[in-house]
């Protein structure tokens, strides 16, 4: 066992007069909000990947973060030790729940069957380190985009033995993700897309990817797994254009393969601001499309074209993002995971932690504001006052069919219809948003 | 009848020698190209809109342009000039055919049935001028977007009777555009869309627009028009987020409301740059989704964030844009439209003539070059041997569903499957194409 | 005089407490900070271009305000009744401050003359408005973008005509400037830069403008006008490009033409973010090279291409604009204008209220959160701890110029130097500035 | 010596006839234009960088290449197979020069000794193989971003220690690259910018940059270097904000210094489209401030928001750069590099040839088409008497001094100017511009 995480105190809440940078300013875990504690409402979770794979490179510098499970050695006993400290990392900042992809736990070793023995002896031990110390799996994955071999997709590759690699990995990372009692399944596709048009099948590559969905939800209902599905939109990077580009693009993809009430999204913030959306936006559109799933919460930055992946710290963006949440019910199995990254020149370990704690009080602040904004809903007040003609007789007529083009038509004609504007009164609006922030 | 484009001769193809600016120096519309005649490929269309009524100005500052039809006056008799004048344009630039928003012809009127009048008495005499010129109507649409009473949307408004307005003109704009010969009818939702999500919901509005778009169709069913429905894709402006993105977006919209035998897509390649793809893309979508119609062909500009709706001056893109076409079998109803304006500065009526010359040519040479693509496909051979084993035992079994995903697990592991990478090539086939672009 | 705000009450300092959408929240004139009135650091100005020139309209559709003055009428009559009312609003929102184009108060009328007595004869009027209502004049402006005249440029028309008339309104304007006892005069080129490089001669347009600030320079001293002479940048739209793109590209301009120590910025946020900047980047940018000078802080839209010109409403973006100008020593005779727009459906007059009240309560928010920030500089004791070493001997010779290339390589081989390396510590002070933010 | 790249013969120019993939079809090295050969024009340059040394990885994968020279063994041999099969590549693809950075050629080693040690020998081999193959060195520069200790910038860094460092290796880089005859020095600042601004002081890191520019400014007459001092912008990537952001602001830099006649720019397309320029307007404002060196002419995706480094191909956009290039006389010292690197998928030895030549293709029929545009130079004609009138009389009294702002708005009102609008013929020119293109 390394001293890497020793110094760190676990994280406690202290308060906003507290000063000290490695505790908890909002995030009171056990503090109720219309009758739920804020843990059992924001649904934390840190991620292996950022945390625990990456260097610290980028594509003009090598790894900044020289970890200890970084460092030359046996590769299974690099992965435990990796696990030891995660799961070290995990108890201190008090998340109650972590993700992973099968690669990040355990080594991909040679062959399809030292990936397999590998990954199930990891899986064991995350097993024992999960009853230990009580951190629970928001969600499993499998990572079918780093190796080479993916290099032009996994499930949309033109070779059928690549989509066969990539099922028998997500084979494997269900079954660990079932065993572990994970409460989602993710399939992240980062090269289901292509790199130029030139060499590339748009529709028989959609045709396998709409395969592949369903045999993964087949498979679901015959190992009686009982989390959702999730797909994690992304527009691009990696490839020039990924497929599941954003929450419209995965709905029209999941209608035409009969999955639209099988699989579910997991929308992350910096995802949506590279298409071209805002994070409000994104989750908004789930939720009216009957989609909704999970979040990753790591922030864009508005001024750079790829995914920076940074911890998110605005809560005047969360607070909608959590108000949208709250009115819709909260999350079920669903939850708040931090899919982020430190900067490569944040190269300390206490660095991971704030990092986190950063999050963690931005989402409790912003679940705060949203829920105050719930308990006196102004805001759904004047929605639904804006639209109440669309109870009344013309509007329900239109709705209902009994409307056709001439017939409403004539009616307009007949009655000389000449609509009043009426203001959208965009500012009031956001006042009044901010007056719930900064009461 | 004023001499605005008196001096101007009409326009003939003059081949590549040619320094005549008011020549066509590639688009010879009766020569032969895989069977058919160019002017029969393009499919030529000019617009109202952008020629003939807008006047030249921008957020920052005032018409330039000031024609004749721009001058105080009585409203129909500017509407009757202006007709002869948009005639006159689109005989000497010699475009087969046009387009036209119901308010780009008739002027609006004080009430429903001022405008019923006015546009019914225009409609006469566009037939008229149709019939004297030969020029055909490619589509007709209706303005749903520019009366400020619209500015909350049209179908997607918060006001039924402002959806019962609407409809009304789409109504007669259907009538009207079947009385022509139509061959298309648009839809443009240029509001259908949010300024921010504090007054919107989504949900609503999207049922709003699903009915509207069932009643188009069920009209055109009704009235036996034969034209094909178009949906325009864009993703923003005038609003901050337009329902009807891009193709894919639209796709999962005419799925949810059973549309997707019904609708097809109007693409603007300006509409496709805004959404974050290339016009390419937008394209091979729609053709691979079975919802590809027409297209507008003005580009945007890449370091611009609006609509600059640009007349097409780049081979190179369109080149591929036409390959996927003609790959596709080419348009049935569709074509090409310039839904094109020229820069605020370029006053002249010359100016007119030379951005569609310039844009003719520029699809012309595309349409050329594309053709010679298809007569020797060798990227078409080369993505189909990219994908060959797709049609192979193994390939076969995953689409058939002959294997479940622990079936194929099974299948990956006992076989030991260690797939070989491929090289992609995708610098050999952008060599490629520029070999027919520059031969 | 009409009853346009007669409704309105003037807008006075309730607290947080109060749910009144009228009043202000947060913005308390007369409370003091760090030794200064909120209103003598905010210096808030509102603008008469927005508010009241502007009808509602975008390129895609008419305007929607229909204010009294929009409506037809004896053009001196409309701009005499115009400025009574923006008056009537300036005092009842309690700004201290206004600003103007020349043409925004006063028709342009049909020839130089005419433009010349016109605005004489409002700036009378102006003067005894300004005497009643102790509203003040924060800048004054010529237009010369809005009229088509300026098409091709102003200052860099390639007509010296045109450029003669641009001058002949910045005469005017700076003389009406200092008559009315404005604290700067302000210089956007609208139009000052290119639609296409197919016609421009970059050189020659960079030596006119050049020449242009000279004349604008020597005749503020001529006349003895006390004010500072302000450039706004913005990166294009009008224009494909605008020479003044962003702060840095200005100082290059003011250094080539001797001017860096006689014309200073005016920042606009949304022009910052158009040019791919964050607006604090360019407020510090413009510290850091001693251009900084006064503030438009009405926002844009991270999904959108174009100026939507939106009120300010994050605090957490300006707190740290507020931060560097308060540590910097304030505002001289800069100060916080509304260069902001209503959203085209915010139709109503107590509309333009919510708008302001909203920007200047999160402006007065950003100043008080800054001002904690400055009373235990966390932040500025950091950064004089990263860079301590550049004051101790090695950085010292390096910076003196005591080192050549040669020697201080000579020096770390010598040294064998071996720099550790230092995190950066981003998440940490990201949480401590939104710890000063959500105390 | 491996037989990684036997197969491939000398790429020979064939012609367009051609249909072999190896060969070139525009690029004619001998062939004269405008009394030159295209080879004295065009000064091809390949680079170490992409095509030795990135090994195919990205942030979301594993390198794809597994060149023999990426495999496991002693560093130094390692280095020398690298440098044997880069001349072998150099020479088969017949570029007349080659670059490189310190870091690429030579191991790095543990110590600033050992990195000169390694430095210097490898320097001794390239001499050779420069000699043996009369491949000569367009530019050396220094990578001073990869390592870790330059993760907070090398001459920005807060501590001096790195800044020597990095002088360390420039020294080194300068020494080498004048050892081996070549023509320019270039300095990327991969990392001279920030990653946040709460950490960083602007005014200080632009001191240090500005003195480390001196420094070599002075090293370079100290050793008699006759090669140009070329700075590379970029606007962000790696770092957030990287401070040579484009042409305008480099230039307003260099004045600061007092460095405008001392150091030019290297301008890459790439750099030019991430900053929100076209790469026409980057060549045309460097040349326009007198500051125009050298190219790296590698293109972007303008749908992706990162550095992708593509080889070029548009003979469109690339025509208009070299119509700039040559209109000012050519290259002198600098020359087009081809920074540019694979598709992650395009695994092949064949693969770097594709690449490159097409690159070269599309720059040789760039050239071909500019010279075209030059010999009957129709713009400039346009363009001269388009500002002809600055040449007259009021145009000469306004730019010489003559007129005061005051006398010139005399001089307009009195003569009561009334400017007359002209067709700034945008659309005209483009068509002009495709006639050469596709004569």
């Given at each position: 066992m390394t001293e890497f995480f020793k110094s760190i105190e676990p994280i406690q809440f202290e308060g906003?007069?507290?000063?000290?940078?490695?505790?908890?300013?909002?995030?009171?875990?056990d503090r109720m909000i219309l009758g739920k504690s804020m843990k059992e409402h924001l649904r934390f979770s840190a991620c292996?990947?950022?945390?625990?794979?990456?260097?610290?490179?980028d594509v003009f510098g090598a790894g900044t973060f020289e970890r200890p499970w970084h460092q030359p050695g046996n590769a299974m006993e690099l992965a435990q030790l990796k696990a030891d400290l995660a799961f070290e990392f995990f108890t201190k900042l008090n998340v109650p729940y972590y993700c992973f992809h099968d690669t990040d736990v355990a080594p991909e070793g040679q062959s399809l069957k030292e990936y397999a023995d590998n990954f199930s002896a990891m899986v064991d031990m995350l097993e024992r380190k999960q009853q230990e110390t009580g951190v629970r799996l928001l969600w499993g994955t499998a990572n079918a985009f780093s190796n080479p071999r993916y290099m032009a997709g996994a499930g949309s590759n033109p070779d059928p033995k690549v989509f066969a690699y990539a099922a028998t990995q997500i084979f494997h990372a269900m079954g660990a993700t079932q065993r572990l009692g994970g409460e989602n399944y993710v399939l992240w596709g980062g090269r289901e897309g292509y790199e130029t048009l030139l060499n590339t099948d748009l529709r028989q590559e959609r045709k396998q990817l709409g395969r592949l969905m369903q045999m993964v939800v087949e498979h679901k209902h015959k190992i009686g797994f009982n989390g959702t599905i999730l797909i994690e939109p992304k527009p691009q990077e990696p490839t020039k254009h990924q497929y599941d580009y954003d929450c419209a693009t995965v709905y029209g993809f999941l209608k035409q393969f009969g999955l639209e009430n099988e699989i579910k999204v997991n929308i992350e913030a910096n995802h949506a601001t590279l298409a071209g959306h805002s994070f409000h936006h994104e989750v908004a559109t789930a939720l009216s499309l009957g989609i909704f799933g999970s979040i990753d919460t790591n922030r864009g930055d508005a001024?750079?074209?790829?995914?920076?992946d940074q911890f998110p710290n605005s809560v005047e963006e969360n607070t909608l993002v959590m108000y949208e949440i709250l009115k819709a019910g909260g999350f079920t199995t669903g939850g708040l995971n931090f899919d982020a990254k430190l900067r490569?020149?944040?190269?300390?370990?206490a660095d991971l932690f704030y990092g986190h704690i950063g999050g963690m009080d931005t989402m409790a602040l912003a679940l705060e504001r949203a829920a105050d904004m719930i308990e006196n809903d102004q805001l759904a007040r004047h929605i639904a006052q804006r639209y109440a003609d669309w109870g009344q007789d013309l509007g329900n007529d239109i709705l209902s069919g009994h409307h056709t083009l001439a017939s409403l038509a004539q009616y307009a004609v007949n009655n000389n219809i000449a609509p009043q504007k009426v203001s959208g009164q965009q500012e009031y609006l956001e006042n009044l948003v901010n007056r719930f922030i900064y009461r």
């Open positions: 906003t007069d507290s000063t000290n940078p490695l505790a908890f300013h909002h995030y009171d875990p292996y990947w950022h945390n625990f794979v990456w260097p610290g490179a001024q750079l074209g790829w995914d920076t490569r020149p944040s190269i300390d370990a």
